[in-house]
């Protein structure tokens, strides 16, 4: 099974920063990885698909990238409403797989 | 507007077997694959198991698999977890979440249902 892993485990920010999130597969997916972003006591929210595809009505200011392997989240200016978990998601075998998420607090 | 509500959770012995249901509306059964998706208290989120449109492909997590069964009506466009031989380790918030086109991410998920396995 393919195993995902990211990187920070938590991560303090503040507002207006920049801030980058990596997530590892243990093996190729190619480009078969979404992000979501979830916030206390509710459902993920689909970010992007196919590591860099951004999800209609989703901030220009997230952006995804990466193949293979090594993924990446940037968040190019943070606004008070981007404090929350990310998890990145690969679909490249039916076996989906979550990262275990990534924590952004407020600095 | 896809609207994805899950019911049927609550408390159950260690054990014993539970049903959940996802009611959906605004989706194409046609085009679209169901998964149920959990995370326990504090954790993150786990894939549990998808559903082809049709219902004739399933997918398991190896947690999951042997004990619990997905599976769909499409006329009443319901998605439904069977879970068996439930452990305190199954406690979590159980989501459906819809993939269009069966595309491997999910665009719609559900508000999630508590499942608490407990003596």
């Known amino acids: 099974d393919i195993q995902m892993t990211q990187s920070p485990s938590t991560l303090s920010a503040s507002v207006g920063d920049r801030v980058t999130i990596t997530c590892r597969a243990s093996?190729?997916?190619?480009?078969?990885l979404a992000w979501y972003q979830q916030k206390p006591g509710k459902a993920p929210k689909l970010l992007i698909y196919?590591?860099?595809t951004l999800e209609s009505g989703v901030p220009s200011r997230f952006s995804g990238s990466g193949s293979g392997t090594e993924f990446t989240l940037t968040i190019s200016s943070l606004q008070p409403d981007d404090f929350a978990t990310y998890y990145c998601?690969?679909?490249?075998?039916?076996?989906?797989?979550f990262g275990q998420g990534t924590k952004l607090e407020i600095k | 507007q896809v609207h994805l509500v899950e019911s049927g959770g609550g408390v159950v012995q260690p054990g014993r077997s539970l049903r959940l249901s996802c009611a959906a509306s605004?989706?194409?059964?046609?085009?679209?694959?169901m998964n149920w998706v959990r995370q326990a208290p504090g954790k993150g989120l786990e894939w549990l198991a998808v559903i082809s449109y049709d219902g004739s492909l399933r997918y398991y997590a190896d947690s999951v698999k042997g004990r619990f069964t997905i599976s769909r009506d499409n006329s009443q466009n319901t998605l439904y977890l069977q879970m068996n031989s439930l452990s305190p380790e199954d406690s979590a918030v159980y989501y459906c979440?819809?993939?269009?086109?069966?595309?491997?991410?999910?665009?719609?998920w559900g508000q999630g249902t508590l499942v608490t396995v407990s003596s």
């Open positions: 979440a819809r993939d269009y086109g069966w595309t491997g991410y999910f665009n719609y």
């Open positions: 998601q690969q679909y490249n075998s039916y076996l989906y797989a």
């Open positions: 196919k590591a860099s």
């Open positions: 605004g989706v194409t059964p046609s085009r679209d694959a």
């Open positions: 093996q190729s997916i190619s480009s078969w």
